[in-house]
Nanobody
């Protein structure tokens, strides 16, 4: 059974850090681009970061550049998202996704995780 399972979300104060992890089972992660979408209440999904299968190429949305870092450990079938200098605007449910893309403004992926809540508040 193919699964992506996220962990690491929680409540953090502005300026704080969190590290999200995404563990894959049922398929080999290194064959896929892996990314993180997020969805804030009342808003569409935003693609915030993507990493290539080998890890050599990454993409970060402008809104998180310099603050978020995506990485992967294919030996552990895991992709991580290190989030620093968190802002209230980063509050959202974060989803790990395999082969993420945005088509016609809508999020698409081969596989999705169940999501993990990140709340940035004082």
């Amino acid at each position: 059974q193919v699964q992506l399972v996220e962990s690491g979300g929680g409540l953090v104060q502005p300026g704080g850090s969190l590290r999200l992890s995404c563990v894959a089972s049922g398929f080999t992660l290194d064959s896929y681009h892996i990314g993180w979408f997020r969805q804030a209440p009342g808003r569409q999904h935003d693609l915030v970061a993507v990493i290539s299968g080998g890890g050599a190429t990454t993409y970060n949305a402008q809104s998180v550049k310099g603050r978020f870092t995506i990485s992967r450990d294919n030996a552990k079938n895991t992709v991580s998202l290190q989030m620093n200098s968190l802002e209230p605007e980063d509050t959202a449910v974060y989803y790990c996704a395999a082969e993420p893309m945005v088509v016609g403004g809508l999020p698409r992926a081969d596989y999705w995780g169940q999501g993990t809540q990140v709340t940035v508040s004082s």
